[in-house]
């Protein structure tokens, strides 16, 4: 071909068509098997390590659950806590008598602080027996206000110690257990701070002569303990304070846990933090360079 001759084949010279100065240039298979075929004809090859985190990966046909919301840089995961195991009743009567008992026998100091804050009465011995030296003391009042405000302590501090040493026996176990104890240390704090000075004053009213003043030793007017039918204790007044606020302070707490009613409280394996980082913003693109040339549009 000549160069005088023109090319009516070449494309550039054909008015008729546009050239696309933009138009991206066609990448072209080279010749031969096509790699990716080979594979699946032969099926996935045996060394092939696995992806990374596929050993984590949940069965087929099962949805991941969702984690929850992200707290302060850690994602709060549930994990549905064990079942409690069932608990022995023999094991359970054991350790409830053991704490009532260990509250009653607490009942010992609490009536020597009784004691030592509740004034005597002032009497006076006269021909036949000692007399109130006023017609009305205050000294009465005084030591049922003291009773009742040391019962109603003890009953809401042994209500919380059942609660935080006795965890595995939250519940209906508990409560009573706690309000037994109550009961049995209100009594046993009744007698021994009655007791205390009693055998002084009886001495003093069998010895000593009409006109001289001593003291009595302070005793509940507002609490008793009685014999039903001769053989059902019932208390009543100051007795049952211990056991009121150590009810009230164990329903309380109850009320305020985290596990539903008075049910056992299973172990604490429920929650699981799962670091989690937070999520980084994207970075805005950096404005072309003057001069830069603009990128070929599809």
């Known amino acids: 071909m000549s160069p005088a001759e023109p090319d009516d084949q070449h494309p550039a010279d054909d008015p008729s068509v546009a050239r696309d100065e933009n138009r991206r240039p066609q990448t072209v298979a080279p010749d031969g098997p096509d790699p990716a075929d080979d594979r699946t004809a032969a099926g996935p090859i045996a060394d092939e390590p696995p992806a990374a985190g596929a050993e984590h990966a949940p069965p087929v046909g099962s949805a991941p659950e969702p984690p929850g919301p992200p707290v302060n840089g850690y994602s709060l995961a549930y994990v549905q806590p064990a079942p409690a195991r069932p608990r022995a009743p023999l094991r359970t009567l054991t350790v409830a008598v053991a704490t009532v008992l260990v509250l009653t026998l607490l009942g010992a100091p609490l009536g020597l602080l009784w004691r030592s804050v509740a004034p005597s009465v002032p009497v006076i011995q006269a021909d036949g027996g000692a007399v109130l030296a006023q017609p009305q003391p205050e000294e009465f009042v005084a ?125 604490p394996v429920g929650l699981s933090w799962d670091s989690a980082a937070l999520p980084v913003p994207p970075a805005a693109p950096e404005p072309p360079a003057p001069g830069a040339a603009e990128p070929p549009r599809d």
């Open 143 to 267: 030591a049922d206000g003291w009773f009742s405000l040391f019962g109603l302590i003890f009953g809401l501090l042994a209500a919380l110690v059942v609660w935080l040493l006795l965890r595995r026996y939250r519940g209906p176990v508990g409560m009573v257990v706690a309000a037994l104890g109550s009961i049995g240390a209100a009594v046993v704090a009744w007698q021994v701070g009655r007791q205390i000075g009693l055998g002084e004053y009886q001495r003093m009213l069998e010895t000593a002569s009409a006109g001289t003043s001593f003291g009595k030793p302070p005793d509940l007017r507002a609490g008793r303990f009685e014999w039903l039918f001769g053989f059902i204790p019932v208390l009543r007044g100051d007795l049952l304070l211990p056991a009121f606020g150590s009810v009230v302070m164990y329903t309380m707490l109850a009320g305020w846990s985290r596990y539903a009613g008075l049910g056992a409280e299973p172990e």
